[in-house]
């Protein structure tokens, strides 16, 4: 029916920025952003959910080497839109399921995620586009969430 | 410095379901995409956030022809998980830049939140990948939202 995943690429040593208690007013997102692109601070993927109360979670990954000065970049920004908490986590990896037709079939999805829960791999953060699948885990998980992934997707293992 | 946008697209008659409250365990998303791929419902994009409290927030969007036949179908994942809330909002497009590097630059994404704030429209979800941003928005904004950063990244409005 179409569905292939052509490949899979892991990037490592990922921190991750919560944001939550966001106003969810328009504005809000450009005044985050424009703060940490004016700090220098090169952003890997974003994602926001709303749960339908007036504000927001916006959480984006950083490499690792960004972190340590980020820290007076959010709280200026935070203080800036008058709320919100922000939350730093460390150690993260990111495995990418590549293909076409990959993330319009819930079935890629939910075989991607299979295999890592019966590997043990808890899944941190979930971003999706047309043709990837990208799922934020523990970075010590990193080689066992690939190989489980490799071996359900019938791909071999370059290395 | 290398940020490209080379073009937008606009995809209209999305609805978005937001999982709350759920348990954030190995094996909980393979379980409630597995369910939604069993009952042949189509997943535009995933995102998932947790705030660190033991749960997450698994979001997702569908088109409008799918919602029709869904809420039973997340009565049963939920229950089947033990937990939960599900809430589906109809009425989105998704508006999404796509280029070489338009993600890696807070920048980028600082221009294109900036531009639809600018004409009032307010971002309900943000999903990213290395070559795109996308945004989900009020159906009714969509036109507008596409002319907005058409005009910010000065790219012709192809019709
Ligand atoms: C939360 C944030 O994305 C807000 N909705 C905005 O449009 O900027
Ligand atoms: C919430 C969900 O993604 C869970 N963490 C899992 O690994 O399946």
Redesign the pocket.
Known sequence: EGIAVAGLALKTKLGRVTLTKIPDAPGVAARIFAGLAEAGVVVDDIIQTVVGDGVATVAFTVEHSDLAAIKPVLEAILHNLGGGHATIDVGFSKVSAVGVGVRSHAGVAAAM?KA??EAG????N?TTSEIKIGVLIDQADGEKAMQAVHRAFGLDRAV
Chains 1, 2 share one sequence.
Do not use: C
């Open positions: 995620f890592l829960a791999v808890n899944i941190a979930i």
